[in-house]
C-alpha cells in the first residue's frame, strides 16, 4: 500500500495570508489526525477527522481549521498566519474505528515558514 | 488529558553501549504506548508499540517495558549503531468519546558516537 502523502512538502507565507495543507491517507485508513511540530513545542496534537466529522481538537486557536471528504483525504487550514505557525505540520493516518489501540502512519509533512 | 513525560532529552552513547529512554504517563486508562524514530529531515516512524496486557516486548535490538503500576514505560536500544541517531518519541493516548489522540513526550534525540 501506498504511504500517507502530504502537499504541498514546502510553503512559505507572509503573516495575514492563509493556507491550505493537504494530506491523503493509507488506503483503507478513515481516521486522520493532524499535529504541528516545532523545535520548542514538540508534536502537538491539532485536530482528528473521522468519516468527515471532527472528532477531536487540541489546544490551538480557531484560525487553525480542518476538513476531511468522503475519500478520507482531509485538508487542514491555518488563517491569518503569524511568525509562530512556522512548523512542519504533520498529519498521520490510522484504521480509526473506536479503537485507542489503532497505529498512526505519519505523512512526510509541510514545511511551512511565515515571513 | 495526557500528560507524557520524557527523558532525557539527549543522550549520547559510544557505538555498541545500550540507550535507554524513559517515559511517564498520566492517564491510567491509557493501553496502547508507541515509540517513534524520527531522523533528521523524514518522518516519524514507528518503531515498536506495547500495549497494557503485556509487560514487555522486544524486536531485534529494541525493546520496550511497561510499568502500568507507575505509569511508566522505556525504550531499550542494545548494541547501538550510528544509524540509530535519531530523535526518538514516546506517546500515550488520551482516551475520549470514543476517539482518541496521541500525546507525545517532547523526544530524545540519540547521539551514537563511532
Known amino acids: 500500500k501506498a504511504g500517507v502523502t502530504q502537499t504541498p512538502r514546502y510553503l512559505i507565507k507572509t503573516r495575514g495570508q492563509q493556507v491550505t495543507l493537504s494530506c491523503s491517507p493509507i488506503?483503507?485508513?478513515?481516521?486522520v489526525s493532524w499535529y504541528q511540530q516545532t523545535p520548542g513545542q514538540g508534536l502537538q496534537f491539532l485536530f482528528e477527522?473521522?468519516?468527515?466529522?471532527?472528532?477531536n481538537k487540541g489546544n490551538f486557536p480557531g484560525r487553525f481549521s480542518g476538513r476531511q471528504f468522503s475519500n478520507s483525504r482531509s485538508e487542514m487550514n491555518v488563517s491569518t498566519l503569524e511568525l509562530g505557525d512556522s512548523a512542519l505540520y504533520l498529519c498521520?493516518?490510522?484504521?480509526?474505528?473506536?479503537?485507542?489501540?489503532?497505529?498512526?502512519?505519519f505523512g512526510p509533512g509541510t514545511r511551512l515558514t511565515v515571513l | 488529558g495526557e500528560n507524557v513525560e520524557q527523558h532525557p532529552s539527549t543522550l549520547s552513547v559510544q557505538e555498541g553501549d545500550s540507550a535507554v529512554i524513559k517515559c511517564t504517563y498520566s492517564?491510567?486508562?491509557?493501553?496502547?504506548f508507541p515509540w517513534y524514530k524520527q531522523e533528521l529531515g523524514k518522518r516519524p516512524q514507528l518503531i515498536i508499540d506495547i500495549r497494557s496486557n503485556v509487560g514487555e516486548k522486544k524486536d531485534q535490538r529494541i525493546a520496550v517495558t511497561l510499568n502500568k503500576t507507575a505509569k511508566h514505560f522505556s525504550l531499550h536500544i542494545t548494541e547501538t549503531q550510528p544509524e540509530d541517531s535519531a530523535v526518538y518519541f514516546c506517546a500515550a493516548p488520551y482516551s475520549g468519546a470514543g476517539s482518541y489522540q496521541l500525546t507525545f513526550g517532547k523526544g530524545t534525540k540519540l547521539s551514537v558516537i563511532p
Open positions: 492517564d491510567s486508562a491509557s493501553n496502547y
Open positions: 477527522y473521522f468519516s468527515e466529522t471532527q472528532r
Open positions: 498521520a493516518s490510522s484504521s480509526g474505528g473506536r479503537s485507542s489501540t489503532d497505529t498512526q502512519y
Open positions: 488506503s483503507g485508513h478513515r481516521s
